[in-house]
């Protein structure tokens, strides 16, 4: 490590900054923010380094920064001239202001670019709202240490609340709920309440998790999936999380879905912080509303993160309008699943036009087909099927549901597809 990194109080002291440009206003400011008191002036001279505890210099003649620079190691004040490395004492880091938490980046110089590409990283990562949960921990500093005395039960009890709900709540804007709830786990002592997030995974690339679930993946004991959650969305998850593939592939439902209930209820009563994952989207054909109601019952808490679903994934990735001013001004997410052998969809509705997302409907493309056509949509309406949507091994197939029919079974290659239908899927926008 060539720079060691420090974050110095300047609360009532005198700082110097010498330059009348831009840059060195920029400087000032930010000194005042840390209630540094500020003098500045356009050039140089010694005196005014009279019990300075740091020196800044910028947008002033060679000479006077030169002089400065000297003058401030002399006198053993911390220094830095603006772009000229060779004469600072310290550089300044690239800082993420979460007040009272404030992160500092620097390549030391090597790769300023670098730094602010990872500065805008940790900045999505860290959402402003961290500064008021760090607040409220700073609130209850007092009652805290006065209620738990022994510092690992304070560690853990904290460490689980600042994790999980309390984060939780402070990030979705509910400060007051955010206050009962740190309240009632520091008076709650060190009996674990277990929690189940019910997270969307999206289509299966890493990228299109949201950073909710991303940091929820990254916090969790237990991990519960669908097999449609891909490798590549599991490895964001905790090295040493358990993890637990519950099925879920067409026609292949490994484990019934009460038992999945049973076993969410199971682990969130031990305590554990689960991660119930889904693909897509944990309400829409995810059965997530049935273990949301599971887990309700049982008194276990939980909490739902959406994510991407596969006809907004499969949309994005293929440039098709779902809506349109023109072409388009419904969208239905059906299941093409097969009860007792027949598609039970209201086709005289879904026939009038709109776009259509048929889930799990590869199996029932010929039954879309008829009742689409026999309740009178036109036989030339554009559809698609949508094979992986959202990854980069998307495919697609277009034509009418017809051809589609003809065209599936020798295209398909078994990944998860999505059927499109309507007059919008016809305005597909072509890259060039
Ligand atoms: N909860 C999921 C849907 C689960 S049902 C969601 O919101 O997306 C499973 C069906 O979703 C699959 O049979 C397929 O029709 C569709 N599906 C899921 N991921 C998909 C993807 N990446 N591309 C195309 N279709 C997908």
């Known amino acids: 490590m060539q720079y060691f990194p420090i974050f110095l109080s300047l609360t009532g002291r005198r700082v110097l900054v010498v330059g009348d440009g ?25 005196a005014l380094l009279d019990d300075c505890a740091l020196a800044i210099g910028a947008d002033a003649p060679d000479a006077d920064l030169e002089a400065l620079s000297a003058a401030a190691q002399a006198r053993g004040i911390p220094v830095n001239i603006v772009d000229r490395p060779a004469l600072c004492s310290y550089i300044t880091p690239s800082v993420i202001d979460r007040a009272p938490i404030s992160i500092a980046v620097s390549s030391g110089g090597a790769a300023p670019v670098l730094a602010r590409l990872l500065r805008a990283r940790i900045e999505a990562m860290v959402p402003p709202a961290f500064g008021r949960l760090a607040a409220l921990a700073d609130r209850y500093k007092e009652e805290i240490r006065s209620r738990l005395p022994d510092v690992a039960q304070r560690r853990r009890v904290l460490e689980r609340a600042l994790g999980g709900r309390v984060a939780d709540l402070v990030l979705a804007g509910e400060d007051a709920a ?21 997270v969307g995974g999206g289509p299966g690339a890493a990228d299109l998790l949201t950073i909710r679930a991303q940091r929820l993946l990254g916090e969790a004991d237990v991990i519960v999936h669908d097999r ?14 358990d993890r637990i593939e519950v099925g879920k592939s067409r026609a292949a439902h490994s484990m019934p879905q009460e038992e999945i209930n049973a076993l969410l209820v199971r682990l969130g009563l031990s305590g554990k912080k689960v991660v119930r994952l889904k693909g897509g989207d944990p309400l829409v054909f995810g059965r997530g509303g049935e273990e949301a109601e599971a887990l309700a019952a049982a008194g276990v808490a939980f909490e739902i993160v959406p994510g991407v679903t596969a006809a907004l994934a499969c949309a994005a990735g293929a440039a098709i309008p779902l809506t349109h001013r023109d072409a388009a001004r419904t969208l239905t997410l059906a299941t093409g699943h097969l009860v007792g052998g027949a598609l039970d969809l209201d086709f005289a509705v879904l026939a009038q036009g ?24 036109d036989a030339g309406t554009p559809a698609a099927l949508i094979e992986r949507g959202g990854r980069a091994d998307q495919r697609m197939l277009r034509g ?27 305005l597909q926008v072509v890259r060039r």
């Not at 005042?32 to 356009?42: E, K, N």
């Not at 493309?365 to 309740?375: E, I």
């Open 22 to 46: 831009e840059a060195a206003t920029r400087k000032a400011d930010a000194l005042r923010r840390a209630d540094a008191m500020v003098a500045t002036a356009a050039r140089f001279d010694t």
């Open 178 to 198: 955010a206050d009962l709830e740190l309240r009632r786990e520091i008076e709650g002592g060190a009996d674990p309440a277990g929690i189940v997030y019910l």
């Open 228 to 241: 449609l959650v891909t490798t590549e969305v599991l490895d964001m998850a905790r090295r040493d999380a």
């Open 354 to 377: 709109g776009t259509l997302a048929v889930y799990m409907g590869l199996d029932s493309l010929p039954a879309l087909r008829d009742g689409l056509l026999a309740a009178g949509l």
């Open 400 to 426: 009418t549901l017809d051809e589609l029919v003809l065209q599936a079974p020798g295209w398909s290659t078994g990944g998860p597809t999505l059927t499109m239908v309507g007059p919008a899927v016809g």
